[in-house]
């Protein structure tokens, strides 16, 4: 997150330690703004979160918001998510990522959501990234994103078009 604030001059701390978010909500957006109310008012400050993940059109939406839980490994949720594509010829997909900055008393002053439309390729192609990356194909860079350099993913990913929103709006908070 501290690649995109950049333009800000502003400094992020990680959440302490010892606070252990559970993700109870049912979208991305009530995820993302439970962590950044929960650490807000553990902190006294203002806090960001994300939450993120696949929604694969043929699998109506899953694994969206169970998308880190999959399987126990990335090699875990590719296989998971490849086999029950199975032959399906409609591989349309998205990355969905909503930001939430909560003020210190929790409330949420802003939220942003980006997405980024592709497509899961068959098996997997490059090595960079994470998670679902090396499946999921970005047609107008004609690259899987674990095969973008890290500053066209951050271009051209969900999370950059989250960040691309937001940016102007904490602009304005000076």
Not at 22 to 36: I, P, V, W, Y
Not at 44 to 65: E, F, K, N, R
Not at 79 to 99: D, M, T, Y
Request: hydrophobic share 40%.
């Amino acid at each position: 997150m501290q690649t995109y604030l950049d333009s800000l001059d502003w400094e992020l701390q990680l959440k302490p330690p010892e606070l252990e978010i559970e993700e109870t909500g049912d979208t991305f957006a009530a995820n993302a703004c439970l962590k950044a109310s929960t650490v807000a008012q553990a902190t006294g400050q203002w806090a960001i979160a994300d939450d993120s993940g696949l929604q694969v059109d043929a699998l109506d939406g899953a694994p969206g918001i169970y998308s880190a839980r999959y399987g126990k490994t990335d090699q875990e949720r590719i296989e998971r998510l490849l086999g029950e594509l199975g032959l399906e010829v409609n591989r349309q997909a998205q990355f969905v990522c909503v930001v939430a900055i909560a003020r210190p008393d929790g409330a949420i002053a802003y939220q942003a959501e980006g997405i980024c439309r592709g497509e899961i390729l068959p098996a997997p192609r490059g090595t960079g990234g994470f998670g679902y990356d090396p499946v999921f194909f970005v047609p107008e860079q004609g690259l899987t994103f674990a095969e973008m350099e890290p500053e066209i993913k951050r271009s051209c990913s969900h999370r950059g078009k989250a960040f691309e929103l937001l940016v102007p709006q904490l602009k304005q908070l000076g």
